[in-house]
């Protein structure tokens, strides 16, 4: 069964730098997600995308961060001037054409902030 | 505010007790709701998709159900490997989902 591929599954990286997380949707799916899950709390939407272009965000998804579909497969969250707050899961997903079509996630990147 | 909460925070149920979990939603317009399974450092893995007041679905020993204000996850004789946390998820605008806390299952043989 295809599924989302994320990588790295773990990313370690100094205060203040940037970090690129990737994802391979599954191929035949239009639109993608980033979420996010804080340790012991809730899975939070970050944004969506569509056609090329984000389609909705949330208030986290500010100036700091921004996705990107650099060619046909893949996905991915770029964080500029990393903070201690940024670590946490953060998983891709994506889903079919389709209003009533569910998202399919990926098993994550877990990133740590030193 | 939209907002999905999920009961009980934890349920701990011997081989073949049969429970249900809660989820409670308040969202100006539900498009979809949606359970998923969640296993320790992976993803959430999509179990259902529910649309409209009373629609049921099924897998297994699963079976989710659906009401105005709310869902319920029937898990029947549960084994160990049942054990995960489950999360419910609401749709109400085109994009955005919104996630409950989840109800952690623990399944003892």
């Known amino acids: 069964e295809p599924e989302v591929t994320q990588t790295p599954s773990h990313q370690v990286t100094q205060m203040g730098q940037e970090v690129i997380l990737r994802c391979v949707p599954i191929?035949?799916?239009?639109?993608f997600y980033w979420y996010r899950q804080i340790l012991g709390q809730k899975v939070e939407f970050l944004v969506s995308f569509y056609n090329n272009e984000i389609s909705e965000k949330s208030e986290i998804f500010d100036d700091q961060f921004s996705v990107e579909r650099p060619d046909g497969s893949n996905f991915t969250l770029k964080i500029r001037s990393t903070k201690l707050e940024d670590s946490a899961m953060y998983f891709c997903?994506?889903?079919?054409?389709?209003?009533?079509?569910?998202?399919?996630f990926g098993d994550g990147t877990r990133l740590s902030i030193l | 505010e939209d907002q999905v909460t999920q009961s009980p925070e934890a349920l701990r149920l011997q081989e073949g007790e049969s429970s249900s979990l809660n989820c409670s939603y308040t969202?100006?317009?539900?498009?979809?709701l949606f359970w998923y399974r969640q296993d320790p450092g992976k993803g959430p893995e999509f179990l259902f998709t529910?649309?409209?007041a009373g629609e049921e679905k099924e897998k297994e020993r699963l079976k989710a159900t659906l009401t105005k204000k709310e869902s319920f996850l029937h898990i029947t004789a549960p084994k160990p490997e049942d054990s995960a946390t489950y999360l419910c998820?609401?749709?109400?605008?085109?994009?955005?989902?919104?996630f409950g806390p989840g109800t952690s299952l623990s399944v003892i043989p």
């Open positions: 529910l649309y409209s």
């Open positions: 191929s035949n799916h239009l639109y």
């Open positions: 998820a609401v749709q109400e605008q085109a994009d955005k989902v919104i």
């Open positions: 969202v100006s317009g539900l498009r979809g």
């Open positions: 997903a994506s889903k079919r054409e389709g209003a009533r079509q569910p998202q399919h």
